[in-house]
C-alpha cells in the first residue's frame, strides 16, 4: 500500500471518528442528560443528578477525598452538638431539668419549650399527651413562638424536631442562642443607657440638700 492511500485511510478514520463524536454529543443534547463532571469534582453534592441516582443504587463507595469531608462534617456537628447541650443545660437547671442527647430530647417540645419559657420569662402552653400529635403540637408552640418575637425560621418544621433531625436540631437551636444573645445585648445598652441619662445622687449632694 502506497503512501498516499494510508494517508486517505487516515483521513477517512479521522473524519469517521469526529463523526461519530459529533453525533454523541448530538444525541445527548437531544436527550437532556448533562455532560460529565470535570475531574477532581467528585462530590455527591457537585455531582449532576443522573450521577447521584446512579451512585444510590449501585451504593459505590466513597473516594477518600470524600470521606476526609464526611469526617470533618461530622465531627463539627459533634463538637456543636455537645457545645449547644451544654448551653441549653446551663438554663434549663433553672427549671430543674436536664437533658441528655439534644436530638432525642428535644423530639417531645416539652424541653424546648421550657428551654424558651427560661429564656424569655413568659409562660407557654404545652399538651401534655405523649402520642406523635402532642409532640408534633409542642414543638409547633416553641416554632410559632419564636415566628411572633420575628424570628426567621429557615426550612424548620416541627415534625423535624419531632423526628430527630440532627442537622435541623442543631440549626434550630443556633437561631435561638443568636436570637436571645442579641435580645441580652439590646437590654444591657439600654440599661447603660439609662444610667447614664439618670446618674444616682452621691451622698453628699443628698446632704446638702435642705
Known amino acids: 500500500m502506497s ?3 494510508e494517508e486517505t485511510l487516515s483521513e477517512r478514520s479521522c473524519r469517521s471518528e469526529r463523526s ?5 454529543s448530538y444525541r445527548s443534547e437531544r436527550s437532556g442528560s448533562l455532560s460529565p463532571c470535570p475531574p477532581g469534582d467528585t462530590l455527591p453534592w457537585n455531582l449532576p443528578l443522573h450521577e447521584q441516582k446512579k451512585r444510590k443504587s449501585q451504593d459505590s463507595v466513597l473516594d477518600p477525598a470524600e470521606r476526609a469531608v464526611v469526617r470533618v462534617a461530622d465531627e463539627r456537628d459533634r463538637v456543636q452538638k455537645k457545645t449547644f447541650t451544654k448551653w441549653a443545660n446551663k438554663h434549663l437547671m ?5 437533658i441528655n442527647d439534644l ?4 423530639r417531645d417540645g416539652h424541653n424546648l419549650i421550657s428551654l424558651l419559657e427560661v429564656l424569655s420569662g413568659i409562660k407557654l402552653p404545652r399538651e401534655k ?4 400529635f402532642h409532640r408534633l403540637q409542642n414543638v409547633q408552640i416553641a416554632l410559632d413562638f419564636l415566628k411572633q418575637r420575628q424570628v426567621k425560621l429557615v426550612n424548620i418544621r416541627n415534625d423535624d424536631i419531632t423526628d430527630g433531625n440532627p442537622k435541623l436540631t442543631l440549626g434550630l437551636i443556633w437561631t435561638i442562642i443568636l436570637h436571645f444573645q442579641e435580645q ?3 437590654q444591657k445598652n439600654k ?3 439609662n444610667k447614664a ?3 444616682p445622687q452621691s451622698v453628699s449632694s443628698i446632704r446638702k440638700l435642705p
Open 3 to 5: 503512501s498516499s492511500d
Open 20 to 24: 461519530c463524536r459529533s453525533e454523541r
Open 94 to 98: 433553672k427549671v430543674r431539668k436536664h
Open 103 to 106: 436530638y432525642e430530647d428535644l
Open 129 to 132: 399527651g405523649r402520642m406523635r
Open 184 to 186: 441580652n445585648k439590646t
Open 191 to 193: 440599661t447603660i443607657q
Open 197 to 199: 441619662q439618670f446618674p
